[in-house]
């Protein structure tokens, strides 16, 4: 069993939108790490006539941690399991240059593997942007902003070009205060109102939302 992304014809069309669909593919696969998904082929394919432009993956089990947070929900044991295997994921990522851009639960996916029920599969590679590539700046231009506000590091809301591996660490942090608190640190009606406070308000301390927040965690 795989599981397949096929762009739409419309998006097909535009050579823009093949390269990053191309880019999540290749980004993916030049890491080489347990705990990222696994590409298996892309590319293009005639069907009846008519291209199609695919990405084929491994098929996972489980769940999103988007989806356990707001069923279960994750200790505080658990969520230390989590995030340091996503910092492990991550790190391999930022070693071979690429910056995820997009780090939240929706793409964190958690699988059984035997005993362990939250072995991490970090997926959506989509916007990663590909630091170690001459001319990789073009890619994002500056202005543009790529990402989910509540997750946004403070220099991709004011939508500058460099953006570096930071942004996902900070994106990281915002996930541990959500799994730890049941809520992001910036809320608001709209995308403007969350992203003026990434860029200028402090996030209150995870342990006035949840007191059993440790110190030394907090």
Do not use: W
């Not at 080489?32 to 084929?56: A, S, T």
């Not at 851009?101 to 997926?123: A, Q, Y």
């Not at 900070?170 to 608190?181: D, S």
């Not at 910036?186 to 995308?191: D, M, N, T, V, W």
């Amino acid at each position: 069993k795989v599981a397949l992304k096929v762009l739409h014809d419309e998006m097909a069309a535009n050579p823009s939108v093949v390269e990053r669909f191309f880019q999540e593919a290749k980004a993916a696969a030049d890491i080489g790490h347990d705990n990222i998904i696994d590409v298996i082929d892309f590319g293009r394919l005639q069907i009846d006539g008519k291209e199609v432009v695919y990405l084929m993956m491994e098929a996972l089990t489980g769940e999103s941690l988007a989806h356990r947070l707001h069923t279960k929900g994750v200790s505080i044991g658990e969520t230390l399991q989590i995030v340091s295997t996503c910092c492990s994921a991550l790190a391999a990522s930022h070693a071979a240059g690429i910056v995820h851009r997009d780090i939240k639960p929706e793409n964190i996916h958690l699988c059984v593997r035997g005993s362990n029920h939250n072995f991490v599969k970090v997926l959506d590679f989509g916007i990663a942007k590909l630091t170690h590539l001459a001319g990789s700046s073009s890619r994002t231009r500056v202005g543009a902003m790529l990402g989910t506000p509540a997750y946004m590091s403070p220099e991709q809301c004011e939508g500058k070009g460099q953006v570096d591996h930071r942004a996902d660490i900070y994106a990281l942090g915002i996930v541990m205060y959500e799994l730890l608190t049941g809520r992001v640190p910036f809320l608001g009606e709209g995308y403007g109102e969350v992203l003026v406070q990434h860029l200028t308000r402090a996030p209150e301390p995870p342990s006035k939302l949840n007191p059993a927040v440790p110190p030394e965690i907090e």
